[in-house]
């Protein structure tokens, strides 16, 4: 009977809560070995292990559901990396960078175990480097793991591949069964806030290629057996104290957080017109509501029982919020002109005139660009805010055009012509050999003129009172990126003096020509066009630019001796978009900075607003001559974070952060202040219908 109860309470609790903590290195795990079990999708963890030799500063992250990403650096107290060199002098203990994968393809069932794979360190040095596959079985109170894997798991280390990817586990099957070992373990939830561990770990330290063996696993440690506590007092903090290796205490503290999910949740106090205004004319209140809502360069046309309104959206992420919140505030006034009686006696979909209205048109526009039309009647938009009838009843009797491309006439109210932002700035310089860290710490502040459609002249400056940036790199001969610490190390900068022109063409044909001071590096010129296919399922374009290298030391002159006297590019690009799952396939072909030509391949997640991106370059990168830049692959990784997740009200702005290695020329592009991509992206008619049916980015928040 104890057995069948048990049973059942599995079959009800087969799931990866709450086994999901992190092992030594930052991926789920139990403490030197992984399991099956991954984040929650769109949920990340960061952290810092100590167990004596090693210390790890860890993320990772589940971009789709099944999939895991981590990446740390590993540091080795007390090993330095070049003992005696003054080029490695500031440096300090030896640090690796690694990233790993896991992705689980099966779940777990009542009567099946969950099934991962798993590969770590496929890249470069590979000093932890491990193909595995890895099952886990939940009877809970209890999670069991049990897995193979070569490698650091295995009877040998993994060669270094360079800049290849080395999977064994595919391109040698038979060398990775003769090479694997089992390794395993055992969860045992104790109460919602401790868990206890136990398992077996393979590893054979004093055969690996760990700069950590010669001094500190020169024989085999004691035990293969690890046991340990996991405590967590809340949902998004873990501590992790263990005993391993029969020799060493260790520690695990990370925090995991939803991706996307308001620190503060998001209100916006919805429009409620003044008592003193209802006698006013309909225009003049209407331009007062989308004022006070959120709204400039504001027309408004009435004739023949139409309402037309065109704005622009100063405040709100998502279109369609913004398309919610202008029309709550007009059936704020409409409301008070119709009687309770006319509107029950009007059919849904129905020609009741209200206030002389009988339908609306609300056109949003982007520097005077019209992006989106939304059309419906003055009696559906006071019934639905009114909650007589369903949103799915709404949009049906409504319609939505992004082939709009013609403004209202009519002068402008709320005139914009100009805005201004300051933002805090951080930024990291990781692992040059004169320091493992560096940064700058600062503000960055701009101004944005908009004198007439399309048009914008921006001025951008950046001070860092805070700022260790430095290096003993010399830049590569044919530097395009490598010697970006020149400008990085300035206090301040001119980030930006430029002038751009968009406009939209037909059949939502959108073209960008920018000229100036285009970045920190380079001014110059540089022209774009884009258009959406098939609602937006997928963006085609074409984009280059003719710059020319800034003088590091300098405010606006210019490099007269340099490697080019000007650089063209030019690239065919393609976004191929995803949103039943919000993810983009981008593909960028053509013309480096350096002269190089190939293709630069990105994925992208984007979770309300927080757009996760990882890219990585095949060029050919024979015309180097130095031995960094040939045959390398330019990677990195991304986040955009929207300033709304914070702010406690809606905003249009997000912060910026990239990793990358900023000593290598290949695949480099200059900064674009507008990528029509991203401007067209979520205004195409495939993210429109999807996020204007979704609470909290569509019309209901």
């Known amino acids: 009977m104890g057995l069948f109860i048990l049973t059942l309470c599995a079959a009800a609790q087969a799931a990866d809560e709450p086994f999901t903590g992190p092992a030594n290195w930052g991926g789920t795990g139990l403490m030197e070995t992984p399991t099956a079990r ?158 206890l561990m136990a398992e077996y770990s393979p590893i054979r330290y004093e055969q690996q290629k760990d700069p950590a063996r010669d001094r500190y696993f020169r024989t085999a440690p004691p035990s293969k057996f690890n046991f340990g506590a996991r405590l967590r007092p809340w949902d998004w903090l873990e501590a992790t104290v263990s005993y391993q290796r029969g020799e060493q205490v260790g520690v695990n503290l990370s925090m995991a957080f939803d991706l996307g999910v308001p620190l503060i949740p998001l209100y916006d106090q919805p429009y409620r017109e003044k008592k003193e205004l209802r006698h006013h004319p309909l225009k003049e209140r209407v331009v007062t509501a989308l004022s006070e809502s959120g709204f400039s360069d504001i027309v408004v046309v009435i004739a023949e029982g139409e309402l037309d309104v065109e704005a622009h959206n100063d405040k709100y992420y998502y279109t369609p919020r913004a398309i919610g919140a202008a029309l709550r505030a007009l059936a704020s006034i409409l409301e008070k002109e119709v009687t309770k009686e006319d509107l029950e006696a009007a059919p849904a979909g129905g020609t009741l005139k209200i206030a002389g209205v009988e339908k609306v048109r609300l056109t949003l526009t982007e520097r005077g660009i019209p992006l989106v039309r939304f059309t419906t009647t003055a009696q559906d938009v006071v019934q639905y805010y009114g909650e007589r ?100 190390k300035e206090k301040a900068n001119l980030g930006v003096l430029m002038f751009e022109q968009m406009e939209k063409f037909p059949y939502e044909i959108y073209g960008r020509v920018s000229g100036g001071y285009l970045e920190v590096q380079y001014g110059g010129f540089d022209a774009e066009v884009a258009r959406p296919f098939w609602g937006g399922r997928l963006l085609l374009g074409l984009g280059g630019s003719y710059v020319k290298k800034r003088k590091p030391d300098s405010l606006l002159a210019f490099k007269e001796e340099d490697y080019k006297s000007w650089y063209t590019t030019g690239f065919v690009n393609a976004r191929i978009n995803i949103p039943e799952i919000e993810g983009s396939i981008d593909i960028k072909t053509g013309r480096f900075l350096a002269g190089d030509k190939g293709t630069v391949i990105s994925v992208s997640k984007f979770i309300n607003g927080v757009i ?51 000593t290598r020329d290949v695949a480099q592009d200059v900064d674009h202040f507008t990528s029509l991509f991203n401007h067209i992206q979520r205004n195409t008619k495939l993210y429109l219908d999807k996020d204007i049916r979704t609470r909290g980015s569509g019309l209901e928040n």
């Open 389 to 488: 009838f369903t949103l799915k009843e709404f949009l049906s009797l409504a319609k939505m055009e992004t082939a709009t491309r013609d403004n209202l006439p009519g002068r402008k109210e709320n005139r914009n012509w100009w805005d201004w932002g300051l933002k805090p700035s951080f930024e990291t310089f990781i692992n040059d050999p004169s320091g493992f860290f560096k940064y700058r710490l600062g503000a960055e502040g701009w101004v944005n003129l908009y004198p007439w459609r399309g048009a914008s002249v921006t001025a951008g400056i950046a001070g860092y009172p805070i700022n260790d940036v430095s290096s003993v790199n010399a830049p590569m001969p044919q530097a395009v990126r490598s010697d970006l610490w020149l400008y990085t």
């Open 612 to 662: 996760l991106r990882v890219w990585y370059s095949f060029t050919d990168t024979s015309i180097f001559t130095d031995q960094y830049n040939n045959g390398y692959h330019d990677k990195g990784i991304s986040i955009a974070i929207p300033f709304r997740l914070f702010k406690g009200s809606d905003s249009r702005t997000s912060y910026y952060f990239g990793f990358s290695p900023w």
């Open 38 to 195: 991954v984040l929650k999708e769109n949920r990340y963890r960061v952290g810092v292990t100590f167990i004596n030799p090693y210390r790890h500063y860890y993320g990772a992250v589940s971009p789709f559901k099944g999939l895991e990403i981590d990446g740390r650096f590993t540091e080795i107290i007390d090993v330095p990396v070049n003992p005696g060199s003054a080029y490695w002098s500031g440096y300090g203990n030896y640090k690796d960078k690694v990233a790993d994968i896991k992705y689980r393809f099966l779940p777990e069932t009542k009567y099946l175990p969950a099934l991962a794979v798993g590969i770590m360190d496929p890249h470069g040095t590979r000093l932890y480097a491990s193909q595995y596959i890895v099952a886990n079985k939940q009877l809970f109170p209890f999670d069991f793991s049990i897995g193979f894997g070569n490698g650091r798991y295995g009877r040998t280390p993994l060669a270094t591949s360079g800049e290849e990817f080395k999977l064994e586990m595919i391109n040698q099957p038979r060398e990775w069964l003769s090479e694997g070992l089992l390794f395993g373990g055992v969860q045992f939830a104790a109460a919602k806030w401790l868990i």
